[in-house]
């Protein structure tokens, strides 16, 4: 009961740890009142009656019938707080079920963002290969549209200088 008690939360711990301690103070005394009852007793009659074995039936019958109910009273006090145990320790196990499962519905969406994105950065790179081939392609036909421009131009001099002459 002692790890028990230390295991909980601080607050929770205190309170079942000053119970703790009450129980073992109750447990030496208990202990004391069986060394002192066993070396007291001379004779059968005087330790009969401090265990509770009096003469009387129903003396005897009313100390264990409260001594029955106190320890079915903690019994059922303990069969409780299992039961709250349980109910907690079902709500957590529920609880990381959940949690678990949204987990993997986002990495599922991380995986698929992170394809979608390798698809694009691919077709990136590709229209940047196209682009860059369209380019030296302008280029190139802008040279020779000038290089035709200027023979064009060159011809006509030539005709106009030849008529002239």
Same mark, same amino acid.
């Given at each position: 009961?002692?790890?028990?008690?230390?295991? *909980?939360?601080?607050?929770?711990?205190?309170?079942l740890?000053?119970? &703790?301690?009450e129980?073992?103070?109750?447990?030496?005394?208990?202990?004391?009142?069986?060394?002192?009852?066993a070396?007291g007793?001379?004779?059968?009659?005087?330790?009969?009656?401090? *265990?509770?074995? %009096? $003469?009387?039936?129903?003396? @005897?019958?009313?100390?264990?019938?409260?001594?029955?109910?106190?320890a @079915?009273?903690?019994?059922?006090? @303990?069969?409780?707080?299992?039961?709250? %145990?349980?109910?907690?320790?079902?709500? @957590?196990?529920? *609880?990381g &079920?959940?949690?678990?499962? $949204? *987990?993997?519905?986002?990495r599922?969406?991380? &995986?698929?963002?992170?394809?979608?994105?390798?698809?694009?950065? $691919?077709? +990136?790179?590709?229209?940047?290969?196209?682009? %860059?081939t369209?380019?030296?392609?302008?280029?190139?036909?802008?040279?020779?549209?000038?290089?035709?421009?200027?023979?064009?131009?060159?011809?006509?001099?030539? +005709? +106009?200088?030849?008529?002239?002459?």
């Amino acid at each position: 009961m002692d790890m028990e008690a230390r295991s *909980l939360s601080p607050d929770k711990s205190r309170a079942l740890l000053s119970k &703790v301690k009450e129980y073992k103070a109750d447990l030496s005394s208990l202990k004391e009142q069986l060394k002192q009852a066993a070396a007291g007793a001379s004779d059968s009659d005087a330790a009969r009656a401090e *265990l509770g074995l %009096g $003469d009387t039936y129903y003396s @005897t019958s009313a100390g264990q019938r409260e001594r029955m109910l106190a320890a @079915t009273e903690r019994m059922q006090k @303990t069969s409780d707080r299992l039961q709250v %145990g349980k109910q907690q320790l079902a709500e @957590t196990e529920e *609880l990381g &079920v959940t949690i678990l499962q $949204d *987990l993997a519905r986002q990495r599922e969406g991380i &995986v698929h963002a992170r394809d979608t994105l390798h698809g694009a950065d $691919d077709n +990136i790179s590709k229209a940047r290969k196209v682009l %860059g081939t369209m380019s030296k392609r302008i280029v190139a036909n802008k040279i020779i549209m000038f290089g035709i421009a200027a023979f064009l131009l060159a011809a006509i001099f030539l +005709i +106009i200088y030849v008529k002239f002459k």
